[in-house]
Protein backbone atom coordinates (compact mmCIF):
# COMPACT_ATOMS: atom_id res chain seq x y z
CA UNK A 1 0.00 0.00 0.00
CA UNK A 2 1.65 3.33 -1.13
CA UNK A 3 1.22 5.36 2.14
CA UNK A 4 2.84 8.87 0.39
CA UNK A 5 3.63 9.83 -3.10
CA UNK A 6 4.88 13.27 -3.73
CA UNK A 7 7.87 16.19 -3.69
CA UNK A 8 9.65 16.08 -0.36
CA UNK A 9 11.10 19.73 -0.32
CA UNK A 10 13.28 21.19 2.18
CA UNK A 11 14.65 24.72 2.86
CA UNK A 12 18.14 24.76 4.51
CA UNK A 13 17.59 25.98 7.09
CA UNK A 14 17.41 24.81 10.91
CA UNK A 15 14.04 24.00 12.27
CA UNK A 16 13.67 23.20 15.88
CA UNK A 17 17.11 21.32 17.05
CA UNK A 18 16.78 19.13 13.70
CA UNK A 19 19.93 19.60 11.13
CA UNK A 20 18.24 20.20 7.98
CA UNK A 21 18.67 17.68 4.68
CA UNK A 22 21.10 19.90 3.36
CA UNK A 23 22.21 23.54 4.06
CA UNK A 24 21.30 24.20 0.30
CA UNK A 25 17.18 23.48 -0.90
CA UNK A 26 16.33 20.81 -2.68
CA UNK A 27 13.84 18.15 -3.12
CA UNK A 28 13.64 14.70 -3.81
CA UNK A 29 10.05 12.56 -5.41
CA UNK A 30 9.13 10.06 -2.90
CA UNK A 31 7.09 6.95 -2.78
CA UNK A 32 6.32 6.04 0.67
CA UNK A 33 5.00 1.77 0.43
CA UNK A 34 4.28 -0.36 3.37
CA UNK A 35 4.49 -4.29 1.61
CA UNK A 36 3.01 -5.26 5.76
CA UNK A 37 -0.49 -5.58 4.47
CA UNK A 38 0.44 -7.05 1.31
CA UNK A 39 1.67 -10.29 2.96
CA UNK A 40 -0.27 -10.00 5.93
CA UNK A 41 0.92 -13.93 7.18
CA UNK A 42 4.69 -13.02 6.52
CA UNK A 43 7.16 -11.16 8.44
CA UNK A 44 8.76 -8.33 6.68
CA UNK A 45 12.54 -7.29 7.74
CA UNK A 46 11.77 -4.29 6.04
CA UNK A 47 8.84 -3.82 5.60
CA UNK A 48 8.71 0.10 4.26
CA UNK A 49 10.10 0.76 1.05
CA UNK A 50 11.23 4.59 0.35
CA UNK A 51 12.02 5.05 -3.00
CA UNK A 52 13.63 8.54 -3.65
CA UNK A 53 14.22 10.21 -7.00
CA UNK A 54 16.03 13.72 -7.05
CA UNK A 55 13.44 16.05 -8.71
CA UNK A 56 16.79 18.21 -10.46
CA UNK A 57 15.72 21.34 -8.01
CA UNK A 58 17.87 22.83 -6.12
CA UNK A 59 20.63 20.32 -4.75
CA UNK A 60 21.33 16.74 -4.71
CA UNK A 61 20.48 14.79 -1.55
CA UNK A 62 22.83 12.01 -2.31
CA UNK A 63 25.98 13.30 -0.48
CA UNK A 64 23.48 13.32 2.41
CA UNK A 65 21.19 11.07 2.01
CA UNK A 66 21.81 9.87 5.90
CA UNK A 67 19.76 13.60 6.81
CA UNK A 68 17.17 13.11 4.09
CA UNK A 69 16.10 9.94 5.62
CA UNK A 70 16.30 10.70 8.71
CA UNK A 71 14.21 13.90 8.48
CA UNK A 72 11.69 11.54 6.28
CA UNK A 73 11.62 9.25 9.09
CA UNK A 74 10.90 11.58 11.29
CA UNK A 75 8.02 13.36 9.08
CA UNK A 76 6.77 10.20 8.67
CA UNK A 77 7.18 8.50 11.79
CA UNK A 78 8.98 5.49 10.58
CA UNK A 79 11.64 2.81 12.27
CA UNK A 80 14.73 3.63 9.62
CA UNK A 81 15.60 0.20 10.62
CA UNK A 82 12.35 -1.05 9.02
CA UNK A 83 12.97 0.84 6.02
CA UNK A 84 14.67 -0.20 2.37
CA UNK A 85 15.83 2.99 1.02
CA UNK A 86 15.75 2.59 -3.02
CA UNK A 87 17.70 5.37 -5.16
CA UNK A 88 15.74 5.51 -8.26
CA UNK A 89 17.27 6.95 -11.26
CA UNK A 90 14.71 7.42 -14.27
CA UNK A 91 17.16 7.43 -16.90
CA UNK A 92 19.20 4.51 -15.83
CA UNK A 93 16.30 2.22 -14.23
CA UNK A 94 18.10 -0.65 -14.27
CA UNK A 95 20.78 0.99 -11.83
CA UNK A 96 19.42 1.49 -8.65
CA UNK A 97 20.60 1.60 -5.73
CA UNK A 98 19.95 0.45 -2.09
CA UNK A 99 21.01 2.36 0.99
CA UNK A 100 22.03 0.83 3.72
CA UNK A 101 22.02 2.30 7.18
CA UNK A 102 24.51 1.64 10.24
CA UNK A 103 24.09 2.92 13.43
CA UNK A 104 27.90 4.20 14.46
CA UNK A 105 26.71 6.10 17.70
CA UNK A 106 24.11 8.72 19.72
CA UNK A 107 24.43 12.36 20.67
CA UNK A 108 22.29 13.04 22.97
CA UNK A 109 18.70 12.00 21.40
CA UNK A 110 20.39 11.83 17.81
CA UNK A 111 21.44 9.01 15.85
CA UNK A 112 24.56 9.06 13.81
CA UNK A 113 24.25 6.63 10.97
CA UNK A 114 27.21 5.24 8.30
CA UNK A 115 25.50 4.76 4.88
CA UNK A 116 27.12 2.11 2.42
CA UNK A 117 25.58 2.12 -1.24
CA UNK A 118 24.42 -1.21 -2.88
CA UNK A 119 23.08 -2.85 -6.58
CA UNK A 120 19.28 -3.09 -5.81
CA UNK A 121 19.11 -7.30 -5.58
CA UNK A 122 16.84 -9.01 -7.81
CA UNK A 123 13.97 -9.87 -5.11
CA UNK A 124 13.84 -6.70 -4.22
CA UNK A 125 13.28 -5.49 -7.99
CA UNK A 126 10.50 -7.61 -8.16
CA UNK A 127 8.62 -6.42 -5.28
CA UNK A 128 8.78 -2.53 -6.64
CA UNK A 129 9.40 -2.66 -10.16
CA UNK A 130 5.47 -1.73 -10.33
CA UNK A 131 5.75 1.13 -8.30
CA UNK A 132 8.72 2.43 -10.26
CA UNK A 133 6.86 2.38 -13.90
CA UNK A 134 4.73 5.69 -13.18
CA UNK A 135 8.40 7.77 -11.29
Request: glycine share 4%; hydrophobic share 40%.
Amino acid sequence: MIIYEGIYKWNGKKKDEFQPVSWWAGSYHLKIINLSSSFPNVYIIKPIIIIATNTGEGVSAINCIKNLAKNVCRDFRLDISKVLWVEYYPQRPSNMEVAMFKTLSKVGSDIIYSVKWRPIMKNEFELIKNYVSDM
